[in-house]
């Protein structure tokens, strides 16, 4: 298991720490397992639709109470949720996936913006993973959600399996234009994610 360290990798220290997982088809008690050990306070449910059919163990009438027997808040922020449609004038070229795309756009949204906001609050006061239903963090919008607060200086760790965590990778095309992650395309002249000093 990777340990969190008390520097990114350019030295500077970290803003914060956030975790990341994905219940997919986990049974209840592995899946509670793995945020005890992870020592998660609060459970930050990032789902637009809440609740799964095949897993109604997932659904938020079940895991709240579920969570709070084993210690942990559950917090649900669908304003950070997926399944987001990409605009016609999008910024983020890189991304070739049109689910991705359209969730980098949703990244400027004043929707995403209060979301993200709630998130940070949370994440600051406790330790706090985001949920959704996907296993795979780099099949997930999670993924965008790690990008955004990795850039912003936050270390942010998935959670994949017992005594298995991974730091997470920034994405080579993002960059923060005007408090904004953006993934522009190659072709596209933009600044470093980071100004030299920063």
């Keep these: 298991m990777q340990e969190e360290t008390d520097t990114l990798a350019d030295g500077r220290p970290p803003a914060g720490c956030l975790w990341t997982i994905g219940h997919s088809t986990r049974d209840w008690d592995a899946f509670a397992a793995l945020l005890v050990a992870a020592g998660i306070a609060c459970l930050v449910d990032v789902r637009r639709f809440a609740g799964s059919r095949r897993n109604p163990q997932y659904a938020p009438a079940a895991m709240a109470p579920a969570l709070q027997a084993a210690g942990i ?28 795309r359209g969730y980098a756009d949703h990244l400027a949204s ?15 006061s406790q330790r706090c993973a985001v949920m959704c239903a996907e296993a795979v963090w780099w099949r997930c ?50 600044p470093p994610l980071f100004r030299d000093g920063a």
Aim: no cysteine; glycine share 8%.
């Design 141 to 190: 919008h999670r993924r965008l959600i790690a990008d955004d607060f990795t850039a912003r200086g936050w270390q942010v760790w998935h959670l994949l399996a017992p005594g298995k965590t991974q730091a997470h990778p920034l994405h080579p095309a993002a960059r923060l234009v005007d408090d904004v992650l953006r993934y522009p395309a190659p072709a596209d002249d933009q």
């Design 110 to 124: 004043p929707e995403y913006v209060a979301g993200r906001t709630r998130l940070l609050q949370l994440a600051q």
């Design 73 to 100: 808040g559950y917090r649900a922020l669908p304003e950070l949720g997926g399944r987001r449609a990409p605009q016609p004038d999008s910024r983020n070229g890189a991304w070739r996936v049109a689910a991705f």
